[in-house]
């Protein structure tokens, strides 16, 4: 399991104007950028409040210094206060619309706001420019930032071996090899299998599985062509949030506040935690364990074996302050399920750096709004996830012996645990292939 990544991509620094903006500039007086240069000595050292404080006086002084409103709008954005990044990066375009990097702020606050609309137009405004214009290096944000708001295809080709008695293992006659989920909000997918004797693909509430009889000995290939866009959750989940009666849940969401394989909901160490987070509804409940998560769990990969926990009960990850990915979505699960809502776990593909990697994270479920993403690890991506990110399989056995992930094993250890891909924004043809390994 590998530490999670968000796909965000970086700026160019703003704190350089400060250095590259001319002495007798017109709004370059000495207090102003003195008490700036401290706002940003505080925020390289992750001291948010303490800088945006600064900042903010900055501004209540010199309302139209442009250059001030776009350093604390980086400052909000590094410090995860999108909306107030996003109001004053706009603030700063009004006051002086010829500077590139304003229109590239505005587009990455729209983003972490979760306005892909938004972020996409000022992304398209740079882009327009040209990189002559816009300077190379905010140019280059601006594609990234596109990139990432657009719709993306991979197209996955497994290389199943069944030959190896120990990597495979049967239902009667068939091999069932797990797919990624289709017609998600943001993911839908193709399935194609190539030189097996037969295949069909059954689509379930948390799964879709393969059930595929080889060819005796013969290695088959599992094709899946799958389409992510970005989706944001946040009018769904804030409308949720005001509902006077919380919603019914159904029956299919309640089987998932029960116990599992390393989870007992009703264990004291899971109930002493759930009751410090239980907030006035299911979101607040879900963002209050998101941030005791953050505060109180790092990470650390003690496993070299994808199909083995370091733990044989999430209560101990609680006790010991660390956990891998894996840990991290379990143990958010188990608080989740403790706190009332229903929560699963899912193991999927982790796109990035031109490689992919194994990763998993988790759906928790709002009533009214229906199964919401979320990696534990990244606050953030509660309802908005990134679109590198494949979801192939709902990682969760009712004991440690059961034989639910039986689907999800075969897929792994016939391949050898290896893939191959390509990726390409979707309509368009290929942008190349890779491979790469767990």
Request: proline share 5%.
């Amino acid at each position: 399991m590998t530490r999670t990544l968000i796909l965000i991509p970086a700026l160019a620094s703003v704190f350089a104007l400060l250095l590259e903006a001319p002495a007798d500039e017109k709004n370059d007086k000495t207090d102003a950028s003195a008490l700036l240069r401290m706002a940003v000595d505080l925020a390289k050292q992750k001291k948010y409040d303490e800088a945006l404080e600064i900042a903010h006086k900055v501004i209540d002084k010199e309302p139209n210094n442009d250059r001030a409103l776009l350093i604390t709008s980086d400052i909000e954005r590094r410090a995860g206060r999108f909306a107030d990044g996003l109001r004053h990066a706009r603030s700063a375009l009004k006051l002086n619309d010829k500077v590139p990097l304003y229109y590239a702020m505005i587009a990455a606050n729209a983003y972490g706001n979760e306005e892909p609309e938004l972020a996409l137009e000022y992304c398209r405004k740079v882009i327009a420019m040209g990189p002559s214009k816009a300077g190379a290096s905010v140019y280059s944000d601006a594609k990234a930032y596109e990139d990432v708001l657009l719709p993306k295809t991979y197209t996955i080709t497994w290389k199943c071996d069944p030959s190896n008695e120990k990597h495979r293992q049967f239902v009667r006659d068939y091999l069932p090899v797990a797919a990624p989920k289709d017609g998600l909000p943001y993911q839908s997918v193709k399935v194609e299998v190539k030189n097996a004797a037969r295949s069909r693909l059954v689509k379930g509430e948390a799964n879709d599985v393969l059930q595929v009889v080889p060819k005796g000995k013969e290695t088959f290939e599992v094709i899946h062509t799958v389409t992510l866009t970005p989706v944001s959750y946040k009018a769904k989940l804030a409308k949720a949030a005001r509902s006077k009666n919380g919603g019914a849940l159904p029956g299919s969401a309640r089987v998932y506040l029960g116990p599992s394989d390393s989870i007992d909901p009703t264990s004291e160490e899971l109930k002493k935690v759930a009751d410090k987070v239980k907030g006035s509804n299911a979101v607040e409940t879900v963002r209050n364990i998101l941030a005791w998560s953050k505060k109180n769990i790092t990470y650390k990969d003690q496993s070299s074996d994808v199909t083995k926990l370091d733990f044989t009960s999430v209560d101990e990850i609680v006790r010991r302050g660390h956990a891998e990915c894996r840990g991290y979505t379990l143990l958010f699960v188990a608080l989740c399920r403790a706190a009332g809502i229903p929560a699963r776990p899912v193991w999927g593909v982790l796109f990035v750096d031109k490689t992919y990697k194994s990763h998993n994270w988790a759906e928790v479920y709002i009533a009214e709004v229906g199964w919401v993403p979320v990696d534990p690890q990244t606050p953030e991506t509660f309802g908005w996830l990134p679109i590198n990110r494949v979801r192939t399989f709902m990682d969760q056995r009712k004991t440690a012996t059961s034989p639910e992930n039986l689907p999800l094993l075969n897929l792994l250890f016939m391949n050898g645990e290896k893939l191959q891909y390509e990726q390409s924004r979707a309509g368009e043809s290929s942008g190349g292939s890779s491979n790469g390994e767990k």
